[in-house]
């Protein structure tokens, strides 16, 4: 089937190839990002295959649909890019990869943590300068801490086990309250008793219209004074703004995030040779106790092969008209 990739890296054409080598779908690779402008692009093919910051709205499912597609196929798990109602009523398949190591995400989260309470990244940017000393990197212990995971999901409940082991308390927020988070000792409040009882919030709930700025100045303000903020799943979740205010007076002790409200403009690109006019983002690297790294959370070989592997068997399975097993929730 023929199926114009969008966002393509390097690696995104490697894998992809190799995936699809007893498939044998027409592959047709584009390096930008999806949007009205770039849709044309996609003329004759019957699939498209999207990324995390591709802007899949009615406007450029319309276009889409003009054009013959009949399926999209997003190399990922979270789905908030895709207007899932406009796609329904255009008669356009929306298939994602609900199943792909969440160890990657749970495991890059906790490497965040660690990098910001410890001030690791400062601690060797400060060594390879022949600079050895110790002021500023003090961190505290987490054995003992308190840890808040919002969306005790499949990568939440992962994150939660690993915090528990290094002897932390475990508290959870989840609209669906999940047994298997109980079992691993993590126990279930509202929100407000999170934010003020965690010294570590990570976050881990899609983005939807009733999780978007879940953390903002009301929660930031409910916060634990001084606490750790982990973000690895969308940029969407934090109002990031009131995230810098809460860094300036203090409130928020430390901030770790693999995701950004406004990423789309600036991830998987490099941008070094530019100026950045985003000012939000460059206030936030400049502070000492923020890390920002550019949605790599899910780049481990377990994870990139098996959302390959995934992508390409809803597309086989679709050009079969065999049901599709990781067609959205509608
Ligand atoms: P999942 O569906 O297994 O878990 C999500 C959890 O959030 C569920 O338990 C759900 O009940 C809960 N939830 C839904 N609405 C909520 C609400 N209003 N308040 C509190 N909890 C709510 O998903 P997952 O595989 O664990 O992935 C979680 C998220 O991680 C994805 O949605 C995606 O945005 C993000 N992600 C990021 C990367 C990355 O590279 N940074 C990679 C994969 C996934």
Do not use: W
């Amino acid at each position: 089937m023929k199926t114009a990739v969008f966002s393509t890296r390097r690696y995104d054409q490697t894998l992809l190839q190799q995936a699809n080598c007893d498939a044998g779908h027409e592959l047709v690779f584009v390096q930008d990002r999806l949007t009205v402008e770039t849709a044309s692009l996609a003329g004759g093919c019957a699939a498209v295959c999207v990324f995390v910051n591709d802007a899949v709205d009615a406007a450029v499912l319309e276009r889409l649909a003009a054009q013959g597609t009949r399926i999209v196929a997003t190399r990922s798990t979270g789905f908030n890019h895709i207007d899932a109602a406009a796609a329904k009523s255009l008669g356009i398949a929306v298939v994602r990869v609900t199943d792909y190591s969440p160890h990657s995400v749970a495991e890059f989260a906790v490497g965040l943590l660690l990098a910001v309470n410890r001030k690791i990244v400062r601690a060797s940017i400060r060594t390879r300068d022949g600079n050895f000393e110790l002021d500023g990197l003090m961190g505290f212990d987490l054995h003992g801490k308190t840890v808040g995971v919002i969306g005790t999901g499949k990568i939440g409940t992962i994150f939660a086990r690993i915090m528990a082991g290094f002897g932390c308390t475990v508290l959870g927020h989840d609209a669906f309250e999940k047994p298997e988070f109980e079992q691993l000792g993590g126990r279930y409040v509202d929100l407000p008793t999170l934010m003020a009882r965690s010294d570590v919030v990570s976050l881990h709930c899609p983005l939807t219209p009733e999780t978007a700025h879940i953390v903002d100045a009301a929660s930031l303000a409910q916060l634990k004074r001084g606490a750790i903020l982990v973000n690895t799943s969308r940029g969407g979740l934090i109002d990031t703004e009131a995230a810098t205010e809460a860094l300036k007076t203090g409130q928020l002790g430390g901030l770790a995030i693999d995701v950004y409200e406004q990423e789309a403009s600036l991830f998987f690109q490099d941008l070094s040779s530019t100026v950045i006019t985003d000012d939000v983002i460059q206030r936030l690297v400049s502070f000492p106790n923020v890390i920002v790294t550019g949605h790599q959370a899910f780049f481990t070989v377990e994870a990139i092969g098996q959302i390959m592997a995934t992508t390409i068997a809803s597309l086989s399975a679709f050009e079969r008209g065999e049901p599709l097993v990781n067609r959205i929730p509608e």
